[in-house]
């Protein structure tokens, strides 16, 4: 049945028709220990959700070690609906901008983490992860710290890290330490205050000091654009390959995942594979698939299919641990403000309905992780 067909139909039936990858494998395992065929039924064996109710995500998830994470705006988590998706659905959560050096630390040594911590209080009463997003980036980032001088610059940004990953000590799991350093011709970024004050050597500095204020934390670089092997992805392959190399203590790489519909090219599984081979870890973290507006049923049919790729493709490779969404409703997407005619970006729309999108991670995460039964 075609996405964009499945998802007008009611949720009880979404719901049935979303799982029936998972219900067709069933009978066959049910008769696999001892060859004996046991008459069962796919609604026997399976543990259905009450009517009216869709598939959990973070469930379906949990049997291949997959996190299901969304960005969040804390103040959102007062509106019942945003609330009850992320409360349902996310094994882990992540800040969309709160936990930002504009908001943590706007004037020299003012620290506000009172949103930030509002989240983690979130995540530590929900049992869901939290992630760190994001510690040296050259965008929200207050106009004081551009304005200092070398030496004075390189002490700020220590000081930034150890102070945000020391107040999160033993909460954050992973921490986007350095976000977005290479530009989109593969070379360092220029416009980086960072990269022109400091050079080069900012970016090893930032995780020596992340590692040193939580040594357990994941400590992952983070950036646009890497799906593709390419000029970029292979710039920061070689940067990274370099700091591994030099046993920078970096853990992860983010691919961010900000996709156009139909975009998405088939080198992406080789492409993190590679990262992973290096001995890292990778994520998709801000996970996005724009489209025109007002989106077609087409349109929402080919992103369906990208958010499928996008799971299905970290499902194949072990070392990726998770995808994140970058937001929960269409209704508060960054897309439409950055981004002229575009938006109906994530897996619910504006009335919070789930979309075709939402049926086709359904089914790519109820295949699990292949060769894992
Ligand atoms: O989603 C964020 C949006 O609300 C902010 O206005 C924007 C400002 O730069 O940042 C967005 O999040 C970005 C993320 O922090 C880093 N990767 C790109 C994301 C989209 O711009």
Redesign the pocket.
């Known amino acids: 049945m075609p996405h964009a067909a499945l998802a007008r139909v009611p949720a009880r039936r979404r719901v049935t028709a979303a799982l029936l990858p998972l219900l067709v494998v069933l009978p066959l395992a049910a008769c696999s220990d001892d060859g004996d065929a046991q008459d069962v039924t796919p609604d026997q064996t399976q543990a259905q959700p009450p009517a009216g109710t869709d598939p959990v995500l973070a469930e379906l998830a949990g049997g291949s070690a997959l996190d299901i994470g969304f ?1 969040i705006a804390p103040e959102l988590l007062d509106e019942p609906e945003y609330r009850d998706i992320v409360d349902t659905h996310a094994t882990l959560v992540v800040a ?2 709160v936990m ?1 050096w504009e908001t943590t630390e706007a004037a020299p040594g003012e620290w506000d983490f009172t949103a930030a911590d509002e989240l983690a209080a979130y995540a530590q009463e929900h049992g869901k992860k939290l992630y760190g ?2 510690l040296v980036w050259h ?2 980032l207050p106009a004081w710290v551009s304005e200092l001088d070398a030496e004075a610059m390189q002490a700020a940004m220590e000081e930034h890290v150890r102070t945000q990953v020391e107040h999160f000590k033993g909460q954050v799991v992973a921490w986007d330490v350095v ?2 350093a290479i530009d989109d011709n593969g070379r360092r970024r220029a416009e980086s205050p960072f990269q022109a004050t400091l050079g080069d050597g900012y970016i090893e500095d930032a995780f020596r000091v992340a590692h040193e204020a939580d040594p357990d934390a994941q400590l992952c670089y983070n950036d ?1 654009d890497l799906e593709a092997i390419g000029i970029k992805s292979d710039a920061v392959y070689e940067m990274v390959s370099d700091l591994v190399e030099r046993d920078v203590p970096i853990d992860c790489v983010g691919f ?1 995942g ?1 996709l156009t519909a139909g975009t998405l090219r088939d080198d992406l599984q080789e492409n993190i594979q590679r990262f992973v081979d290096l001995g890292l870890t990778v994520r998709f973290t ?1 996970v996005d698939v724009r489209v025109h507006t007002p989106a077609s049923d087409e349109d929402l049919a080919q992103q369906a299919k990208d958010y499928a790729s996008v799971v299905t493709t970290c499902l194949a490779v072990e070392g990726c641990l998770g995808v994140t969404v ?1 937001g929960v409703t269409d209704r508060y997407s ?1 897309i439409p403000r ?1 981004f002229e005619g575009y938006g109906a970006a994530l897996l619910w729309d504006e009335d919070y309905q789930t979309k075709p999108a939402f049926d086709a991670v359904v089914t790519a995460i109820g295949a699990g992780r292949p060769g894992r039964s």
């Open positions: 960005a969309e901008n930002k997003h994001t965008s929200q976000n977005e646009y961010q900000h801000e970058w960054w950055w």
